[in-house]
């Protein structure tokens, strides 16, 4: 069994999402049993151990076969430390590590340290300690040690001369150096005496010690952040600030944690300015200010000189109010169910978390889980136990959890007695791991950029096969779209790695093509396979030969998307007409035959097939082929195609109109082409004279002059249609037959261009006629009588007008000037007295309903005329006074002029 898999024992990862932690209130209440000691158990024999091994690793076996069940690969990969000195996790159980970027400390119960660089190349191994070293820091140029004898060693990592040792009489739980260290050589420690000390060197080079605090039971934690000092202890978690020699936060305990001194702290910074802490089952996560310009200032100075410890109490922060404080904002408080031996930062706000669950008794003890908690949250995203060698009578203080990253992270898992390594499973840990299980999805999926293409290829054509044997061939066929991607772009200039790619792309085309369609799976294949002129056309023909048989409508979606240049588009032509049977009528064949006739461009042949579909846009068709001249006899069927139960005849000219004139403008477009005589000619023979109707009704408007010759056949397209266009198109042109247009109008009754006709041919005493009897248009007549200036036709007029009160009272109002040379009103008042003193009936060809209303108005037209000629006199009179008195004052202006004498000079 290899250590990886007696090291990962069982997963415990909720399959409901995780388990949710307690988020906890920042306020917490201290609640520590103060009276408490350190349990280290160091002796183990090596019979228990070896029973201990043979049992982890039949449990191992057992889980690893569940795991191999498993769709997923494990998310960590582990494996064991052996680079340490022999001695170490055997016979010289690990006390205290810590892990720095570029070296790590390793110390042990005899007082051995062991440094080495980061890939756990050995720099030198030494005894320190006479007994447990408790505390290990690094800051990448010196190291220090805490041992339980109470003594102090700080040394540089590579110079071995470089070395002290302090004693301070009393076990040191912490230790850590100052964050300038190489400057100040100052120090920080705690332990069993519940004093935090701050050391540093005076003037003359002794060691001078400052109590930052103490009373408050054992130092169990310290770290340092800058200028802040963290130390844990009974009063909770405590921070200092170095620039102002004050404690500027304390955290305490949760009530319901367990006691401070039995279960040491944790601690990871995973930001500059960010600190986790994970103590007992909390965990806090710490936001803290960074800096400031004040404190930069003050780095090259002591923050505590030598002196200042026996003469500076601790309130001796007044004196240097003038440095910013910093800030400690707590972020998060999670309450977990276990305890916690270790805490680092995982990936996507993640934090890997070693927890320990104490034994039930004196004769079982537990491995420690490792978990993924979200920092969000709280909640537990990934658990598993480890299967560490030699957990008997460990408890929680001996184990830890180191962190470091140079190309990927590391996780490093230490017991007293054992080491492992434990890394995130990597993508090609993923990738050959989906090999090993034969999951040939998942390798194609992830292997885009781990391997070459052939490799990458292969994995995807044994995905394929394995989906083949079970039956899965439209699974398959999606696949090979994915798997064996065309590029169909033909100006793009391909490298030649990528045209080996692309002709291994098609010959796998043409092979699994093949096994389709032999396999009779030509419906899993047709929507897959890519359109492109390098695959044979013989792939394409059987496609399409297949579906002519089971299903003319997906036969008619292909040759739709398909490139004609792919098949042999002939071959499916000829097969298509003989298939075709007229008698039932198979629409997507014939639509078939007119989409192969497009893409071939052999339009004619498709008229048809269009025809047979009755395809009511089928002229547009032609117009837009070009090749309309080759159909004009069969206009008019193609016309009727845009109706239905003989609409052509019932609906109404305006709708006829909506319907036709993109046809009609397709005509005048071809004018030239297709002339107006054929237009005529063919609708007129086939009883569609409403198309000749709106054809040449929309050519006046075009050219005029198209028009000249059938003005006749307009006039009778007026006439039947639209008779108000009639009079209007008489008026305005000139070549068309006047005695048959005369007719028409006769047997129509159309006055109006009755009376302008007979005007043309000079009749116009019959035209006026026709205004007076037909029309009874008094107005109509005074104008038409006016315009003629004709007395013969004015005595017409005035004579019939007698008779007629409403033409009188035109007479009398129009009466003007230019009137008087033909009638008198008075004149024609007194032949209207004469014929009434004569006791004639005068309104014999009125309506005995209207005499009264036209009497009425006729005498107030008299009276408005009597009036008009009253004021013209008056205003004439008022003229001929001005002219006279402006006559007087110019005959005065001049009299005195003339008479104005003249002075002389004398020249004598």
């Known amino acids: 069994m290899s250590d990886e898999e007696s090291i990962h024992k069982e997963e415990k990862l909720d399959t409901n999402g995780g388990h949710t932690n307690e988020i906890v209130e920042t306020n917490c209440n201290d609640s520590n049993d103060k009276n408490g000691s350190h349990d280290l158990t160091h002796d183990n024999n090596d019979n228990n151990d070896n029973s201990n091994n043979n049992t982890q690793d039949n449990t191992q ?29 055997t016979k010289d159980p690990v006390s205290s590590c810590f892990f720095q970027d570029k070296f790590f400390i390793f110390a042990t119960h005899s007082g051995i340290i062991h440094l080495c660089k980061s890939n756990f190349e050995p720099v030198r191994t030494f ?73 540093s060197k005076n003037w003359l080079g002794k060691k001078t010690d400052y109590i930052i605090d103490q009373n408050n039971g054992p130092i169990v934690g310290l770290t340092i952040i800058d200028d802040l000092i963290i130390w844990m202890n009974d009063k909770g978690i405590n921070v200092f600030h170095l620039a102002n020699r004050s404690i500027i936060k304390i955290l305490e305990k949760p009530k319901d944690s367990a006691r401070n001194d039995l279960y040491w702290p944790r601690y990871t910074q995973p930001d500059p300015d ?31 000189s030598s002196g200042m410890s026996k ?41 890997m978390v070693l927890t320990y669950n104490p034994p039930t008794n004196k004769k079982i003890f537990n491995n420690p889980d490792l978990k993924l908690i979200n920092s969000m949250n709280g909640e537990i995203e990934f658990e598993e136990e480890l299967g560490l060698k030699n957990v008997d009578n460990l408890g929680l203080n001996d184990f830890y959890l180191g962190f470091h990253i140079e190309n990927i992270p590391k996780y490093f898992i230490i017991s007293a007695k054992d080491g492992v390594l434990a890394q995130e499973f990597q993508i090609n840990d993923r990738l050959n791991w989906y090999l090993e299980k034969e999951d040939y999805l998942r390798a194609f999926e992830i292997s885009e950029h781990l391997v070459d293409f ?39 200039e391909k490298s030649e790695e990528d045209i080996t790619k692309s002709e291994e792309i098609i010959s796998q085309w043409q092979t699994w093509s093949n096994i389709f369609i032999n396999s009779n799976h030509v419906k899993e294949l047709t929507n897959v396979l890519p359109q492109t002129d390098e695959l044979s056309k013989e792939i394409y023909n059987n496609i399409l030969l297949y579906w002519i048989v089971k299903d003319t409508a997906i036969l008619r979606n292909l040759i739709s998307e398909w490139d004609i240049e792919i098949y042999d588009f002939v071959k499916i032509e000829l097969k298509l007409i003989k ?92 004018r030239l ?154 004149t024609i008042l007194t032949k209207l007295e004469e014929k009434i003193n004569d006791g004639n009936e005068v309104v014999t060809d009125v309506e005995k309903l209207e005499n009264e209303e036209i009497l009425r108005n006729l005498k107030q037209s008299i009276i408005e005329f009597s009036k008009n000629n009253q004021l013209n006199k008056l205003i004439q009179q008022i003229i001929l006074k001005l002219i006279y008195k402006q006559s007087q004052e110019l005959s005065i202006f001049y009299k005195n002029k003339i008479l104005k004498g003249i002075e002389v000079e004398n020249e004598s």
């Open 454 to 492: 052939n490799k990458r290829l292969s994995y995807g054509i044994q995905y394929v096969d394995s989906l083949m044997k079970d039956n899965e061939w439209e699974k398959a066929s999606e696949f090979l779209k994915i798997l064996l991607p065309v590029n169909i772009e033909e100006d793009i």
């Open 579 to 670: 298939k075709q049977d007229l008698q039932n009528l198979d629409e997507n064949i014939e639509n078939s035959l007119i989409i192969i006739y497009n893409k071939s461009i052999q339009p004619i042949k498709a008229v048809k097939h269009l025809y047979n579909l009755k395809n009511d846009s089928i002229i547009e068709y032609c117009f837009n082929n070009h090749i309309l001249q080759n159909f004009i006899t069969e206009l008019p069927e193609f016309i009727k195609l845009k109706f239905k139960n003989n609409e052509i005849n019932t609906l109404s000219v305006d709708k006829l109109y909506d319907i036709l004139d993109p046809v009609i403008t397709i005509f005048i477009d071809l």
């Open 127 to 199: 005894k320190a300690h006479r007994a447990s070293v408790l505390s290990t820091f690094i800051d990448g140029q010196f190291f220090a040690s805490g041992s339980i004898d109470g003594t102090v060693v700080i040394g540089s990592i590579l110079d071995e001369k470089d070395i002290i040792a302090y004693d301070f009489q009393r076990p040191i739980h912490c230790i850590v150096l100052d964050s300038n260290f190489s400057n100040k050589r100052s120090f920080i420690t705690g332990g069993m005496s519940g004093k935090i000390i701050y050391s």
């Open 61 to 89: 076996e057992s889980i690893t076969e569940s795991e191999a069940e498993e769709d997923e690969p494990p998310k960590l990969k582990y494996s064991r430390i052996t680079q340490l000195p022999p001695n170490f996790f």
């Open 673 to 826: 082409e297709i002339l107006p005589q054929q237009i005529i000619e063919i609708f007129k023979n086939s009883n569609l004279q409403i198309i000749n109707y709106f054809y040449l009704n929309k050519l006046k408007s075009i050219d005029n002059y198209l028009i000249y010759n059938f003005q006749n056949e307009i006039i009778q397209l007026y006439c039947e249609f639209n008779k108000d266009l009639l009079y209007d198109f008489l008026i305005s042109n000139n070549n068309y037959n006047i005695e048959d247009t005369i007719k028409l109008c006769e047997n129509n009754e159309y006055y109006k261009e009755l009376i302008y006709l007979l005007g043309l041919i000079g009749e116009n005493q019959k035209a006026l006629n026709l205004v007076i009897t037909k029309l009874n248009n008094p107005e109509m007549a005074f104008e038409y009588v006016l315009k003629l200036n004709d007395k013969e036709v004015w005595k017409k007029f005035i004579t019939q007008s007698i008779t007629r009160f409403n033409f009188l009272k035109i007479l009398i109002e129009k009466s003007n000037e230019s009137t008087y040379k033909f009638y008198d009103p008075i």
């Open 311 to 351: 003469i500076l109490p601790s309130t001796a922060s007044i004196s240097f109010r003038n440095i910013q404080e910093k800030k400690i904002e707590i972020e998060q408080i999670f309450k977990l169910n276990d305890l916690i031996c270790g805490i680092a930062s995982f990936k996507d706000d993640l934090w």
């Open 274 to 304: 960010r600190l986790i802490i994970a103590w007992s089952n909390y965990i806090w996560s710490l936001r803290i200010s960074l800096k400031t310009s004040e404190d930069k200032q003050q780095d090259h100075q002591s923050p505590i």
